[in-house]
């Protein structure tokens, strides 16, 4: 029983547009969210995060949107770059468990 | 630049034969580190939480007996993969923080042939 789900195995966007990705989640105990980037043969590198408590974070190109009721967060990449392409994992923390509940990810793909 | 270091990077042993995965915190004293295991195109589940001092936390499915974890002091964890069958084959995480986010090493690659 997958709690953090990402839907989109893969998503191809073009350079300088908008890449969402998306995730959702069934356990309503987590308490925080993040999105991680990795390369092949690399750890998870860690981009942003989002509380319970608020329904949207940014940095720079990065923006996490969290919709409570919905139990839906996505990230939001603009411009797009070539160096975005890479795996993105959601997670989320809380909801009874120890370290972090991860998403299956999602294999961005920034084209020229 | 990393905040936690994991070695080695890939390590391939013969079955029957056991390898040990070092886990470090570089700036900061981690009480608590995880680990993680990856298959191909699938997410990172985690294994067990490492305690230091104390006895690890293994998640369900998962033999404690088969993959050992010493934390013994605030900026070292080790997993060591025991009687290693090809099954075994994964890419294993680490990560420790002193709050979220958790940082992560850059994983180890075991090979069991």
């Known amino acids: 029983d997958q709690q953090v789900k990402q839907n989109s195995p893969s998503l191809s966007v073009q350079e300088g547009r908008i890449s969402i990705l998306n995730c959702d989640y069934t356990n309503s105990m987590f308490d925080y969210f993040l999105w991680y980037k990795k390369y092949p043969a690399e750890g998870p590198t860690f981009l942003i995060s989002?509380?319970?408590?608020?329904d949207k974070n940014e940095d720079g190109r990065f923006t996490v949107f969290l919709n409570k009721s919905a139990k839906h967060l996505s990230l939001h990449i603009v411009p797009s770059q070539p160096g975005d392409s890479a795996v993105y994992f959601c997670?989320?923390?809380?909801?009874?468990?120890?370290?972090?509940?991860f998403g299956k990810g999602t294999h961005l793909i920034i084209q020229p | 630049g990393a905040v936690v270091s994991q070695h080695p990077s890939r390590v391939i042993c013969k079955s029957g034969t056991s390898v040990k995965i070092e886990c470090r915190s570089l700036d900061f004293q981690a009480t608590t580190m995880f680990w993680y295991r990856q298959f191909p195109k699938q997410s990172l589940m985690l294994m067990a939480t490492s305690n230091e001092g104390s006895k690890a936390t293994y998640e369900q499915g998962v033999e404690k007996d088969k993959f050992l974890i010493n934390h013994a002091s605030l900026t070292l964890s080790t997993l060591t993969v025991t009687s290693a069958h090809p099954e075994d084959s994964s890419f294993y995480i680490c990560?420790?923080?002193?709050?979220?986010?958790?940082?992560f090493g850059n994983g180890t690659r075991l090979t069991v042939t």
């Open positions: 990560s420790a923080g002193l709050n979220s986010p958790l940082h």
């Open positions: 997670a989320a923390r809380g909801g009874g468990a120890d370290g972090l509940t």
């Open positions: 989002i509380s319970s408590i608020k």
